[in-house]
């Protein structure tokens, strides 16, 4: 036995060694693998914080070209609107206009233009193509935004102008013109720290119009310069088609002289215009910080990391096998108990395997597995019901994320019978939050099923005959009418049960209909549905059966045992056919009643089942007895 110890401890210290040589040529890919990742992820981060600030910038400056011309149009609008309810064109608003200007840093000038002035104008023949093409559209009623051009009322500051025409009894008498400097509107007001975006108003063939400091009036072209540049035509196109789309679009471009920039672009909504935002890597503040702490975090992680592997790579080894050790007892431990089997779906291979105990309950391998979700496959295990309950148990709890549910399922036992099962589930997420298993526990609770039941049964029973009470009997035929197709409805009375309580005493009336339910599970089937309605009433519910002569078979051979046993009392029998007769449980009732009334008639101790004529003579019943 000592031997057989010392050859173990050599046996371990070895596998120990082996560890730590391993642990150290793994620490060694792991630390040249991990540098590389750095590299790579370091570059990510950089070119990411670059996008993100470049989209804020961009969208903010998008946000506020649009804010700007839209509030002058609102104030051009709006003056406008005052000319148009006066009197008299002629009325000075310049207090009105003043204010106006105060009113919007972005607003430089506010001019009033007569029809005559316009017209005059279009006349001329020095005027350029394009003014006369916004004079006419403004004569036409229509609202212009002018291209940017060089404006004698800001002393040749280039503007853009926002025009609102004025008319007064359906006649154009004049226009109500906004003046924007158009570098105002290219300023970034935003933080300082954006100095090294700039920003461009192009057209879509890409030429530039303007920025914030110089005109350009479409001599310099965006992609002209970017093949002066030596840009791929893939890169360039890639540019064209963002243009194009109106949408926002950015582009990464690595140039080979300029080095990594970044192009984002978004049409505007007026005449054509695109705003450009574009910036340079070399150019970005503040990073370089940032990158050296996360270097710095990266080194120490790494010889932490080393330090720890080499120190505690033993004691790992050997706190892994106790584990195991551990692990693989409680789950045998586990498996020993009678009523519980556990079990493991992969969600991947979407296979359920269970436990070696299932084999002492079930007629199942202990090394089979199964596909529950495999149509070909037949899940002979469970209950024909229950296969589909099982199914949508595990789909729910993969597609949803549900990490538990519970489930009653019922088991085929080797003696081929089925014992409810109760199902415990448990959802395993790996790190991304995906579905990978579902482990859980099948509890044996059919005597805990059983005796439920049996507590539902009696608190449904008559306490005296054993037949369901009035509330049961009502439900449970109601249910049996929306699953079958055809049955019949029987009622019963015993003939002078008062006459039969008052001479012979309730005790005998008590035997009386004891022996009657008795007398009536013999001759009905066993899932036949007898209830007591109270007193001597009774109903019964035969499903699935279309011909009247079974029905009237059954009558007639309750009739002829209760004769033959030398009864001292007779029933009243009234028949009812569904659905002809009724349809809902009340008017198939209301029928069997009227039959039932009718055999009394008749002579009592008789059956009588209702009958309509055809409908060409007119809805009436008939009693057959």
């Known amino acids: 036995m000592k031997k057989r110890n010392n050859g173990q401890k050599r046996t371990m210290q070895l596998r120990v060694w082996l560890l730590l040589i391993g642990s150290l040529i793994l620490t060694g890919i792991m630390v040249a693998v991990m540098l590389k990742m750095y590299q790579g992820r370091n570059a990510q981060i950089f070119n990411s914080l670059i996008e993100e600030n470049l989209t804020s910038i961009h969208k903010g400056q998008v946000a506020e070209i649009d804010d700007s011309i839209q509030e002058v149009q609102k104030l051009v609008n709006g003056i406008a609107q005052i000319y148009e309810s006066l009197d008299s064109s002629d009325l000075e608003l310049n207090s009105r206009y003043q ?9 430089n000038d506010i001019e009033y233009y007569s029809a005559d002035i316009l ?26 935004i002018s291209d940017v051009f060089s404006s004698k009322q800001l002393e040749g500051a280039y503007a853009i102008s926002v025009m609102r025409p004025v008319k007064r009894a359906g006649e154009i008498i004049g226009v109500v013109c906004g003046f924007i400097k158009a570098d105002e509107l290219m300023k970034i007001t935003m933080r300082q720290d954006y100095e090294w975006t700039s ?38 196109e890639e540019v064209r088609d963002g243009l194009k789309s109106g949408k926002t679009s950015l582009v990464t471009i690595d140039s080979p002289r300029e080095g990594q920039f970044f192009i984002m672009t978004t049409g505007l909504r007026y005449n054509g215009w695109i705003l450009l935002s574009m910036t340079h890597s070399n150019e970005v503040k503040g990073y370089s910080v940032s990158i ?42 586990l498996a020993q108990f009678s009523d519980t089997i556990l079990f493991e779906y992969d969600c991947s291979a979407r296979s359920l395997a269970f436990t070696p105990n299932i084999v002492d309950h079930f007629d199942v391998r202990p090394e089979d597995i199964r596909y529950p979700f495999d149509e ?10 229950d296969v589909e309950r ?12 549900t990490e538990q549910m519970e489930e009653d399922v019922r088991f085929l036992n080797k003696s081929g019978d089925y014992r409810w099962m109760h199902c415990q589930a448990q959802l395993l997420l790996d790190r991304r939050g995906r579905a990978v298993m579902v482990v859980g526990k099948f509890s044996d609770v059919h005597d805990q099923k059983a005796q439920e039941q049996r507590l539902i049964q009696k608190s449904s029973t008559d306490a005296m005959t054993g037949a369901w009470n009035r509330e049961a009997a009502e439900v449970q035929i109601t249910e049996q009418l929306k699953q079958t197709s055809y049955g019949f409805f029987f009622m019963l009375d015993v003939d002078d049960f008062k006459r039969i309580n008052d001479t012979q005493g309730h005790s005998a009336g008590d035997s009386l209909l004891i022996q ?5 599970k013999m001759v009905f089937r066993r899932e036949d549905i007898i209830g007591r309605l109270g007193g001597d009433e009774f109903v019964i519910f035969m499903a699935d059966v279309k011909e009247l002569f079974v029905a009237c078979s059954k009558a007639d051979a309750l009739l002829q045992r209760l004769a033959k046993q030398k009864a001292a009392f007779t029933v009243s029998i009234g028949i009812a056919a569904f659905p002809s ?4 449980y009340q008017e198939l009732y209301i029928a069997a009643d009227s039959a039932m009334y009718q055999a009394k008639r008749e002579g009592k101790g008789k059956y009588s089942f209702r009958k309509k004529e055809p409908a060409n003579t007119g809805e009436k019943d008939i009693f057959v007895g």
Do not use: C, W
């Not at 070909?376 to 019901?385: I, T």
């Not at 007769?581 to 809902?584: C, I, L, N, P, V």
């Open 292 to 333: 050296m702490k996360n270097t710095r975090l990266l080194i120490v992680s790494l010889l932490v990391f080393l330090i720890v592997l080499l120190t505690g790579a033993a004691g790992i080894y050997v706190q892994q096998k106790e584990r195991l050790l551990r692990n693989q007892a409680r789950y045998e431990l």
């Open 99 to 107: 204010e106006a200007v105060e009113q919007l840093d972005i607003l």
């Open 390 to 401: 099982l199914r949508n148990m595990l789909k729910s709890m993969v597609e949803t994320g």
């Open 376 to 385: 070909e496959q037949k899940f002979n295990l469970l209950h024909p019901d």
């Open 581 to 584: 007769d009724g349809s809902s």
């Open 516 to 520: 009657l339910v008795s007398e009536m």
């Open 199 to 236: 920003n461009f108003l192009i057209t879509q063939d890409g030429s530039l119009i303007i920025d914030k400091d110089v005109y350009y009036g479409g001599e310099e072209n965006l992609f002209r310069d970017l093949e002066d540049m030596d840009i791929s035509k893939n890169k360039i």
């Open 119 to 144: 017209k005059e104008e279009l006349s001329k023949e020095d005027t350029s193509k394009q003014d006369k093409k916004v004079i006419e559209r403004l004569l036409n009623d229509e609202s212009v």
